[in-house]
């Protein structure tokens, strides 16, 4: 099992871009599949992007496509999410999970999760 941390998140104002990193640690790396997923205050946590453990296929949800790009540097341990064109509603705590099985929408099949790191998109 793979261990998960976020960073790079923070304060930006609308139109502005960050770029979060998921560090991971353990052997597994580079077989599994790595999504992020957000939450909003009050909302329920659903997730972004999905992309395989060979970086061939992202799964994008549609409210972010052409603004975000994942990309994944297996020889780092590193996933990262390139968040341009920042909207207020992209305000969440951003969370890396990992799967070994599939790019699930489903947050139970994920078995690995970071902490989280704050994104907050001022208007």
């Known amino acids: 099992q793979v261990q998960l941390a976020e960073s790079g998140g923070g304060l930006v104002q609308a139109g502005g871009s960050l770029r979060l990193s998921c560090a991971a640690s353990?052997?597994?790396?580079?077989?599994?599949?790595i999504a992020w997923f957000r939450q909003s205050p009050g909302k329920e946590r659903n997730r972004v992007v999905c992309?395989?453990?060979?970086?061939?296929?992202?799964d994008y949800v549609n409210s972010v496509k052409g603004r975000f790009t994942v990309s994944r540097d297996n020889a780092k341990n590193t996933v990262y999410l390139q968040m341009n064109s920042l909207k207020p509603e992209d305000t969440a705590i951003y969370y890396c999970?990992?799967?070994?099985?599939?790019?699930?929408?489903?947050?139970?099949?994920?078995?690995?999760w970071g902490q989280g790191t704050q994104v907050t998109v001022s208007s």
């Open positions: 999970a990992a799967s070994e099985g599939w790019c699930s929408p489903n947050e139970r099949d994920y078995t690995s």
């Open positions: 353990g052997r597994t790396f580079s077989y599994v599949h």
């Open positions: 992309v395989s453990w060979n970086g061939v296929t992202t």
